[in-house]
């Protein structure tokens, strides 16, 4: 069912506000746009009808909608819930919350790391998801039988997945644990994209603090004109064309015309004009102010032993514990847990600390070994 009506809208909401949970999916286009493009919600629940919002035929006050979304005593239930959060941040200024990503509560119900959704529903229910209408356009309108078929399974299929992982979570005491990682979810700063941080995404060849300053402002500029214009960034000019700008340092259009990467038309035109402006501001700028690359270090080969012995405790602990090992550490967490006696890393902290960081200790300390028995590597603590 498609919501065409705002008298519909508001009946909807309403009963599903007064539901423990609701699940949700959203169908969005971003090929087009430096902003994803809503182009269908869908939304049910216990004894529910799965339904379907359309924000591209029907032009609906989406008040009942939001309230909904921001309704603390409803859960919202997502799979890989990010990019639908960011969609929903950026119409709304708001977070929906409180949420439950069943893909991170699979990983911390043992799941694996970052589980498609089709398996996850197989697992939990043995039904097969189709997927055919997937990469379909979400923007064109009629939306077929099978598209909507395919978007309304997702949020139905969903309940089960929720209700199956919320009662494992709880029945091993590890709902906490979730909460933790969704308050990491519903946080703005997750999401806000600075400008002026643009230039740290693009990979570029060169650390001289002064490439990196032509560097800065050039991806500023980018970034704040794609968003503007709700174009891709790539559709204003590439990542490797402003590297390629950054490092050569062009003084007129012949220098830019030079640089390979940058079409010939582009150079030429107005936006060639407001790089090379650019580029000559930011070497005039105070070097104070110019971005210093961070330099990783080379791993000391003496903590090499270190390294390689947490790296088989996590994979034992991860084992032990029936959670993805990615959900307690990171590659770079364990490097640090290596080489420093007292880090700051999550990997030690809250319910890793229990089920990781303990043994973490213990192990530095002499006061457990690894050992084999029988084939397999087990723990022995002193």
């Given at each position: 069912m498609i919501i065409k009506t705002q008298n519909q809208l508001n009946d909807i909401c309403a009963e599903l506000s007064q539901k423990p949970y609701i699940t949700i999916d959203t169908e969005f286009l971003r090929d087009k746009t430096f902003y994803s493009r809503l182009c269908l919600i869908q939304l049910s629940a216990d004894d529910f009808d799965a339904v379907a919002v359309d924000p591209i035929e029907h032009e609906l006050d989406w008040t009942p909608l939001n309230d909904l979304l921001h309704n603390e005593n409803v859960i919202k239930v997502f799979h890989a819930a990010r990019q639908d959060l960011e969609i929903f941040y950026f119409l709304n200024d708001k977070i929906p919350h409180p949420i439950f990503d069943t893909?991170?509560?699979?990983?911390?119900?043992?799941?694996?790391?970052?589980?498609?959704?089709?398996?996850?529903?197989?697992?939990?229910?043995?039904?097969?998801?189709?997927?055919?209408?997937?990469?379909?356009?979400?923007?064109?309108?009629p939306l077929s039988s099978k598209q909507m078929a395919?978007?309304?399974?997702?949020?139905?299929?969903?309940?089960?997945?929720?209700?199956?992982?919320?009662?494992?979570?709880?029945?091993?005491?590890?709902?906490?644990?979730?909460?933790?990682?969704?308050?990491?979810?519903?946080?703005?700063?997750?999401?806000?994209?600075?400008?002026?941080d643009a230039w740290k995404r693009i990979k570029i060849r060169s650390d001289k603090s002064e490439v990196l300053a032509i560097l800065r402002d050039l991806a500023k500029w980018r970034e704040e004109t794609a968003r503007r214009k709700d174009v891709p960034r790539n559709r204003i000019i590439k990542d490797d064309a402003l590297a390629d700008i950054a490092v050569y340092m062009p003084k007129d259009k012949e220098g830019l015309k030079r640089i390979r990467s940058l079409p010939k038309d582009i150079a030429n035109g107005k936006a060639g004009d407001i790089m090379l402006k650019i580029v000559a501001n930011a070497r005039k700028t105070d070097k104070n102010t110019w971005p210093i690359a961070k330099r990783k270090t080379a791993f000391p080969k003496e903590a090499t032993p270190t390294l390689e012995m947490l790296k088989?405790?996590?994979?034992?602990?991860?084992?032990?514990?029936?959670?993805a090992a990615k959900m307690i550490a990171t590659k770079d967490?364990?490097?640090?847990?290596?080489?420093?006696?007292?880090?700051?890393?999550?990997?030690?902290?809250?319910?890793?600390?229990?089920?990781?960081?303990?043994?973490?200790?213990?192990?530095?300390?002499?006061?457990?070994?690894?050992?084999?028995?029988?084939?397999?590597?087990h723990k022995v603590l002193k």
């Open positions: 893909q991170v509560a699979a990983m911390v119900c043992g799941y694996g790391d970052s589980i498609a959704y089709n398996k996850l529903v197989q697992d939990i229910t043995g039904h097969a998801l189709e997927k055919n209408a997937q990469f379909t356009d979400w923007s064109r309108r395919y978007a309304l399974d997702d949020v139905i299929h969903l309940r089960d997945v929720y209700k199956a992982l919320d009662k494992r979570l709880k029945d091993q005491g590890r709902d906490g644990w979730l909460k933790a990682e969704m308050e990491v979810l519903t946080s703005p700063s997750t999401y806000e994209l600075h400008p002026e088989l405790l996590l994979k034992i602990n991860a084992s032990e514990a029936d959670v967490d364990l490097e640090t847990l290596a080489i420093e006696d007292s880090p700051d890393v999550p990997a030690i902290k809250g319910w890793r600390f229990e089920i990781f960081g303990k043994d973490v200790q213990a192990l530095k300390e002499g006061n457990l070994t690894l050992g084999l028995h029988k084939g397999r590597i």
